[in-house]
């Protein structure tokens, strides 16, 4: 049984993301011994990656990968590596096409934290992924076509042979997420 269940935010997010909360209230409520660790991930991606290896070092396993946007990213590239469960809610995918447009000044929209984006930054988030999907049975992707942002096209090529979940409409916040939260419970055999 899964003992620890470490979930991302999205890119200048926090901790304090509504599905964040809601997951981690959700979780609570079903009285199991499980930890839900959500950490507010650097904006640099080089220190997150490194936030997320210590997490995984220090927690005790099984731990599952839940992640949305970047943090879907980041939940694929671990989940993977440590052949984990994951969930994916509205994932980023390689190679994170677009993500260019956040080179140079960023705000983190949460916190307010001002932070800048270089093209070794871009070039070193690009080069944690793998050029085609190989977790495919562990992995739950949860999608919205109406999601603005990214393209769920995208996502579903990428994770192609996942169990992947799409919701025609909606948006990059995932506005079905309490109405997936038992999927969720059972995907992860919680």
């Given at each position: 049984m899964i003992k620890t269940i470490?979930?991302?935010?999205?890119f200048a997010s926090s901790s304090d993301s509504n599905k964040a909360i809601i997951f981690k209230e959700y979780i609570s409520s079903l009285d199991k011994d499980i930890k839900v660790i959500i950490p507010d991930l650097n904006n640099n991606f080089k220190y997150a990656v490194e936030e997320i290896k210590k997490l995984i070092d220090i927690n005790e396993k099984p731990i599952a990968f839940i992640g949305s946007s970047l943090g879907g990213y980041y939940a694929a590239y671990f989940s993977s590596l440590h052949n984990s469960k994951a969930v994916l809610i509205n994932p980023a995918t390689p190679p994170l096409k677009g993500f260019d447009i956040?080179?140079?000044?960023?705000?983190?929209?949460?916190?307010?934290?001002?932070f800048t984006l270089s093209k070794a930054d871009m070039n070193f988030i690009r080069s944690i992924s793998f050029k085609s999907f190989q977790n495919q049975e562990n992995t739950l992707v949860l999608v919205e076509s109406g999601d603005e942002v990214l393209d769920y096209i995208d996502a579903y090529s990428y994770f192609k042979g996942s169990d992947i979940d799409i919701f025609f409409g909606g948006n990059h916040s995932y506005e079905s997420l309490e109405k997936n939260l038992r999927k969720i419970k059972f995907f992860l055999e919680i």
């Open positions: 470490l979930y991302f935010h999205g956040h080179l140079g000044k960023n705000e983190n929209y949460s916190t307010g934290e001002k």
